[in-house]
DNA sequence: GCGCGCCAACTTGCATGCAAGATGGCATGA
DNA sequence: TCATGCCATCTTGCATGCAAGTTGGCGCGC
């Protein structure tokens, strides 16, 4: 199951997806997986006629990708998929440790059995990074560890925050599937990520926060140096 | 001047309104004075007929608002204007003590110079603030209030934490006006900005993301309290 | 050979037409 | 009197037409 235009999805529980949400859903994951390369413009029409639309639907499906970040609509000259800047990547490190933070501390204030919930989730998607880990399978780590944030998010209960992670998430996608091969320290994040476990389990609100900003920043200081010795410029 | 489609405005300087951006604007507008009431529901074409302009642009600029989370759009039943529960001021809270306290962590982080220029700026804000208060001015403690903690968002030059707090902004923005004929502590608001304020001037990163964020837990702990006991549902 | 301007092709902005889904009221039956 | 079902009306989803803005290339003048 994909993501798909949450603004709907968990609105209005549900409802045969119109033509927009089908063109929305299939350029999003055409820009995740490269199919529509940052820098490629694209006419509305050209796209419609792939997707067997008419234009309308394309249009305002660009419409919210550009709301996202994703894509860029230049009135009369088509759609322009956004690149990422090594400056981006640092905006959205940035926002991630503001936001992870405060979920961190938040789940690590609610009551004991709540706290546990999360916690216990936690752990399973770190055994996950773990075992991945001493098996040198990427593909694992790297979905668990998704796993691991998205969960430290949800469980802080706010919808807001979660639009927020999910939005950079995507913008970042293709940059994340790119680090990911160059990563050399997966066993740190572990560790780091047992350490927020254990704040959120003794209810430690300032601790957690802590090593949840601890975790994301280390983690910013080993990336952003790897793509800049890579002259990465954009992606 | 007004907010405006900010996706347009910062990226492509200048270039005629659309009758979208008209639309999207004046749409934002009335849901902010309150000519669009919470719970209101429009159609499409009527709204289309009073800004003289077809169902196009309207629907188009329903889509941007309801991204925003001012509307929601309801299949082949018009425009629903979204009102605010208690708990999305929880929620709204709590992304704003996230952000703005990592924008302050941030700015105390930035080279001298730049520290003192964002803190000249906020302290000009205070000190209207503080006559303001002295003259029992509400509006215009308002206005500085809310300079202020732009200022302390745009001095982090993160145009993400910007856009969030944008967003945010204009969803609470009524309650906002409703809460602030409510408030009786707003000289603790003056005290606490010169806090942070000093914070960022000395550098002190550490210091300003705590004294941000206790400012707004503060705020937070004193505000919803007092919608609760007016039993204010939504707004 | 080089620069400049014009034009044809292309692209979207916006209006409008049509069909299908949603709604509220009225009539009918118990 | 009340419940139920049908239909007229309203509203949007989407396709398409037209006009205006943009672009790239070709030809003309130098």
New binding site residues.
């Given amino acids: 199951m994909m993501v798909r235009g949450r603004a709907d999805a968990d609105r209005d529980s549900e ?9 929305y859903a299939a350029m999003k994951q055409a820009i995740r997986d490269s199919s529509f390369a940052p820098g490629y413009q ?7 006629l792939r997707l ?9 499906a ?1 419409i919210r990708l550009q709301e996202d970040g994703l894509v860029r ?7 322009l998929i956004c690149a990422l800047a090594p400056d981006d990547m640092r905006e959205i490190y940035d926002v991630i440790v503001a936001i992870e933070g405060r979920a961190a501390e938040l789940i690590a204030a609610r009551p004991e059995h709540q706290r546990r919930a999360v916690a216990d989730d936690l752990a399973v998607q770190t055994d996950a990074m773990d075992a991945a880990w001493t098996e040198q399978d990427l593909r694992s780590w790297g979905e668990a560890d998704e796993h691991f944030h998205r969960a430290l998010v949800e469980g802080a209960a706010n919808g807001r925050m979660i639009r927020i992670i999910q939005t950079i998430t995507d913008q970042s996608h293709r940059a994340r599937m790119f680090t990911l091969k160059l990563r050399r320290e997966l066993g740190a994040s572990v560790e780091e990520h047992r350490r927020i476990i254990d704040c959120i389990r003794v209810g430690d609100a300032a601790g957690a926060m802590e090593s949840a900003r601890t975790h994301r920043l280390r983690a910013r200081d080993t990336l952003l140096p790897l793509l800049d010795s890579f002259g990465v410029k954009h992606l």
């Fill in positions: 409802r045969r997806p119109s033509l927009v949400d089908d063109a694209a006419s509305e029409q050209e796209i419609a067997g639309m008419s234009r309308t639907p394309v249009h305002e660009a609509v230049l009135p009369r000259r088509g759609i």
